[in-house]
């Protein structure tokens, strides 16, 4: 119990700045409530230009596709291939980012009058390399233009072997490179080290958006079709689930895209993913970046993870409701099956965590076994990391290679390290939040030392604690359903925008609750008015609230509770600190 309370209050709560002359100006201009303007304060907007873009910003304010290093030609080797009728075969990565982009362009492809293809490898420790999936797939189908999606950067001398089979190549990724030089027709991807480009975030599905835009502009302004032909809108429901499933930071152009794009999930045409929905249990028109995160996205992972991915683009594509509902369902199947695997996965590592007490002792975690499934190991990592803050790498080993899975912390960027430790991996690529590679199971003490070095040179203790973020103090008398209908503003949320956190000091009415066995229901009150609230996985610290009338400070999010066709205002509590008297 002592040990729960200790976990509890080892939480460092970061309170906002505060700038009433700043905050008042937001609410002078833009006529919103404080609260909101200073949630404004507290993410660091400056001046009301970048206000008036986060809040009101719309389609017509992207970003010329255009302005991508090598578009041109990447369209007008496109443009090529259907002036002499070649076939074209679209390459995915096997995730969600994968699997949206791939659907997107094939289904444009197909609308413009183009034989394309597509194909996304099924990932195994037997068949790692881009080349033994494509190079005969492409020559059985007489492709002469290959275009990849969220992949590709990383691969130069599997890139070089495809050339030399006479099949041109456009990347369109959003990895960051670790070579300087790839040999293909055009490289597409914001993070290039000669790039301007102004959104260094668009994930894989939203760089082939933008390869999407960039051709149908051309087509139009050729005559080729009509401005009306194709209405790239209806493609956003894509792009939304896709930037949503990567963790996309939504902000700025992926701000809009998602917007828009969960509009058009609203309102999808595309039965494959009305019968995920339906499987799922979420109603189009509640659908939002949680639900898509939660339960969406890890479905059609599902496929990458543990079976076919290619299914997950059939999804996407089919017009039978027959053959979207036999599709869904076997996602449901795979779904269950990987959370099993992942549930063993877990309980295994938990216990070596806990048989190994010293391992806290270092301020990254690296753990291998031959146990791990290769497709779950960046869910265990993922999960590791954020239940101790720290950056963590988790390696499956088979066959004498072990594939690796890395998730860190902010103040602990991935890329740098990763490049200082290149002479250990067969390849490797990822983000500065997350990485996968490849490594010779006898090079990887070595790997362990060097990079559990790193992290305890370069961080500090606080760097390693859990963090709450809080954006404004409120009191309980100014949440009303107009204060909440004014925070949708603020939506959606998601990776680098999440939902605004607020903090209260309240009286404990009534113990809490138990329900789920795992979670805790709170009454609370202030100045005489009560609210209820809800705490996922907060079970444990019931023991420490055993008692009415205790004083609490509060972090929580406000929402609107419907029931019975009842509405009420619920808090969804993140942090509890016992007020001293």
Sequence with gaps: MKEDEDKASNVLWVYPNYNAKWCNAIIKEFNIHPVTAQVLVSRGFSNFEEIYNYLYAKLPHLHSPDLLIDMDKAVNRIIQAMKKKEVVLIYGDNDVDGITGTALLVELFRQIGLEVYYYIPHRTFSNLSMVADVIGYAEQKHCTLLITVDCGINTTEELDRINENKIDVIISDHHEPTHAFVHCVANLNPKLSNSSYPNRELTGVGVAFKLAHSLI???????????????????????????????GALVGENRILVRYGLKQFSNTKRVGLVKLMEICNISPAMVNPTNIASKIAPRLNSLGRIANPLKGVKLMLTDSVEEAYQLAYELEKNNAHRKQIERGNI?????????????????????????????????????????????????????????????????????????????????????????????????????????????????????????????????????????????????????????????????????????????????????????????????????????????????????INVFLNKSSIQLFIKGIKKQID
């Design 217 to 247: 502009n051309h087509l139009v302004s050729e005559g080729k079709i009509g401005a009306t032909t194709i209405d790239l809108k209806k493609c956003l429901d894509l792009v939304a689930l896709g930037t949503i499933a990567d963790m």
């Design 347 to 559: 309980h295994d590592v938990e216990t070596l965590i806990c048989n190994c007490s010293q391992l806290f002792e270092d301020k990254a975690l690296v753990l291998c076994s031959t146990k791990w499934h290769p497709g779950i190991i960046p869910l265990i990592a993922a999960r590791i990391s954020k239940q101790y803050n720290r950056p963590t790498v988790i390696i499956a080993i088979d066959g004498g290679v072990g594939k690796g899975s890395i998730r860190t912390i902010p103040e602990f960027p991935l890329l740098s390290v990763l490049q200082d430790n290149a002479k250990f991996f067969i390849k490797f690529g990822g983000h500065n939040c997350a990485a996968g590679f490849e490594i010779k199971e006898g090079e990887i003490p070595e790997f362990k030392k060097s990079f559990i070095s790193t992290a305890n040179r370069t961080l500090y203790n606080v760097d390693i604690v859990p963090k709450l973020y809080l954006d404004s103090r409120v009191k309980f008398e100014e949440l009303t359903f107009e204060f909440l209908d004014s925070l949708q503003l603020l939506e959606p949320h998601g990776t680098g925008n999440p939902s605004p956190m607020l903090y209260s000091d309240v009286t404990q009415t009534w113990i809490p609750k138990v329900f789920g066995k795992m979670h805790l229901k709170l009454y609370l009150e202030q100045n005489d008015r009560a609210l209820e609230g809800i705490g996922f996985g907060m079970s444990q610290q019931r023991h420490m609230l055993a008692k009415k009338n205790i004083k609490l400070q509060i972090a929580f999010t406000p929402y």
